[in-house]
């Protein structure tokens, strides 16, 4: 049984959730037009023959395409990880997941677990290409990230994919086809995983003296009360209908107050808006917006650039999501309707 460097063996759980890395085509030179979510994560496992080296438990959570993830799985996801993570004999959680909402779930999980120091590490891992793929590279990323969840440094909410090390609060997809899919912003990879070995880069999440997004507000509750260091306790509903509805709107050339406007109509709890640039919003969509405001919808004001994130300064007249993508924004303002009584 594999023993982690301090020298105490540990027990590493398996999560799986479906996704690419589960996923299978008719061909193995179809990296495209595979079905998602075809092989539980036991198939998984049995597939990396140097997993047998550690001494691992498997369960499967769900199985979806994860363009498809929502709040019921997520419930039970948080729910599973806490449940093992608060074991004696288990050293960390893997998260097997799908690619497309897998900065949105990474979110979830870092303001549910945190990353304070000594938190036990929760590491999400996923492909590119499907199982069945002659270019398959889930089961290297499914073995680094067991490597990294073993490995002494590691703790928080974290990311391993294509031999990066991410975390799980700064993670973002950024292609839509390359195996190294994914960026975080201005920040950087914590370190990597070559032959078997993790490197690190940099000081990591839990140290206190972590880097994360510029202008996040993470590191401090910040203007906007953005929270970065968990929320223990945080209650998901399971019931899908439960949770509030959040949607994003986008800033663009022409854009106008309609969208808003109906969604305020038709019962819309929060809002998000993808503005441009240093998270700018055409006016006339800020005056809808701001008027949803005063009707008691909260706003959130993010950037549909890919890299980097709000700078603050100057009058702005909506809030900041700081160094959060859109997606993310939407999960931290549901995050935050969950837990305020609702008052309209």
């Given at each position: 049984m594999q023993q982690t460097e301090d020298g105490a063996a540990h027990r590493i759980v398996l999560l799986g959730t479906g996704g690419t890395i589960a996923g299978a085509a008719a061909s193995a030179t179809d990296n495209v037009g595979y079905a998602s979510a075809q092989r539980g994560v036991q198939a998984l496992v049995a597939a990396v023959p140097a997993l047998a080296a550690w001494a691992l438990e498997a369960e499967q959570v769900a199985q979806v395409d994860s363009k498809d993830m929502g709040p019921a799985i997520w419930s039970t996801l948080v729910a599973r990880v806490c449940a093992h993570l608060a074991r004696a004999d288990v050293r960390a959680v893997v998260v097997t997941h799908g690619t497309d909402t897998l900065e949105e779930t990474a979110w979830l999980l870092h303001r549910a677990l945190g990353s304070a120091p000594g938190t036990k590490p929760v590491v999400l891992t996923a492909a590119m290409r499907p199982a069945t793929s002659l270019q398959a590279d889930g089961p290297q990323n499914l073995l680094d990230a067991v490597t990294v969840a073993a490995a002494r440094e590691a703790c928080g909410v974290l990311l391993v994919m294509a031999g990066r090390v991410w975390a799980g609060a700064e993670v973002r997809k950024v292609h839509s086809y390359r195996t190294e899919a994914f960026g975080a912003g201005d920040a950087g990879p914590l370190g990597q995983v070559v032959e078997g070995r993790l490197q690190c880069f940099r000081l990591w999440p839990?140290?206190?003296?972590?880097?994360?997004?510029?202008?996040?507000?993470?590191?401090?509750?910040?203007?906007?009360?953005?929270?970065?260091?968990?929320a223990a306790g945080l209650d998901l509903p399971v019931d899908a209908d439960s949770w509030p509805w959040v949607e994003i709107v986008a800033s663009h050339a022409g854009a106008g107050p309609r969208a808003v406007q109906a969604l305020v109509s038709a019962g819309v709890r929060g809002l998000v808006v993808a503005g441009t640039g240093n998270g700018t919003v055409h006016q006339d969509l800020e005056a809808a917006l701001l008027q949803a405001v005063s009707q008691g919808v909260p706003v959130l004001r993010a950037t549909r650039c890919a890299a980097g994130g709000i700078v603050p300064g100057g009058a702005d007249a909506l809030p900041s999501a700081g160094g959060l993508t859109p997606a993310q924004a939407r999960v931290e303002l549901t995050l935050r309707l969950l837990q305020t009584p609702r008052v309209r």
């Open positions: 839990g140290t206190g003296l972590d880097q994360l997004p510029q202008g996040s507000g993470v590191t401090d509750g910040g203007a906007d009360g953005m929270q970065g260091d968990g």
